[in-house]
């Protein structure tokens, strides 16, 4: 497969992907503005009227502003393949380590990672500070927020970059069968995620309490 026929499957692909995405948001939205005038009969005794708009307005809200989210996301994705921005990061940090090492592939993959996390930032203050707060759904605070993306930070670095220079390092060093050895690997890891995550990690962002019998 020469590359002009790769970026042209490549491209095809994204488009059917972001019109699948489209043409069901537009469905998701049709059904919710069918049904916003009355509330469903099984409901009928617990929510309002008001409620059951509210709540429609705000899936609406959301799935359109998803619409503009996606775009930037198509944008971008092509600026980091077809664009060079992928490359563009290799080499900037193929001048301080050597190309293929790990370091560099950690240096490159976190890099993605960060550029991915900014890029993403205006939309998730968007969504929570302007259409959360809009219909009464938000409880976030800016400090509040400042504090979880700086907790969510650490963890990455502490968790994240040591996880994946071992899964570069398997991948590089365990011959044909890598694949099966990340495998193992990254099951491994989430069976401890799944003991560690509720008593350690997330009782750093949220507060729980016993359910009432």
């Known amino acids: 497969m020469t590359l002009n026929t790769f970026s042209l499957a490549f491209l095809g692909a994204l488009a059917l992907m972001a019109a699948l995405r489209v043409w069901l948001g537009s469905r998701h939205i049709s059904h919710i503005l069918a049904a916003r005038g009355s509330v469903p009969e099984q409901f009928a005794d617990r929510i309002s009227l008001h409620a059951h708009q509210r709540a429609a307005d705000y899936s609406?809200?959301?799935?359109?502003?998803?619409?503009?989210?996606?775009?930037?996301?198509?944008v971008v994705l092509l600026a980091f393949t077809l664009g060079g921005g992928l490359q563009a990061v290799h080499d900037a940090w193929s001048a301080v380590l050597a190309p293929g090492s790990l370091g560099h592939g950690v240096a490159l993959l976190a890099t993605l990672a960060v550029l991915g996390w900014v890029l993403e930032l205006p939309f998730?203050?968007?969504r929570t500070f302007v259409i959360e707060k809009k219909f009464g759904f938000n409880r976030m605070t800016p400090r509040l927020f400042v504090t979880d993306t700086v907790r969510e930070a650490v963890l990455a670095a502490v968790i994240g970059l040591p996880l994946l220079a071992v899964v570069l390092w398997i991948t590089?060093?365990?011959?044909e069968l890598w694949w099966?050895?990340?495998?193992?690997?990254?099951?491994?890891?989430n069976?401890?995620?799944?003991?560690?995550?509720?008593?350690?990690?997330?009782?750093?962002?949220?507060?729980?309490?016993?359910?009432?019998?």
């Open 172 to 175: 590089s060093s365990m011959g």
């Open 191 to 213: 069976v401890l995620v799944m003991l560690v995550w509720p008593t350690f990690i997330a009782p750093l962002f949220n507060k729980f309490t016993p359910l009432a019998d």
């Open 180 to 189: 099966l050895w990340v495998w193992a690997f990254w099951l491994g890891f």
């Open 60 to 74: 609406v809200t959301r799935t359109r502003f998803g619409r503009l989210a996606l775009a930037i996301e198509v």
């Open 124 to 126: 998730v203050l968007t």
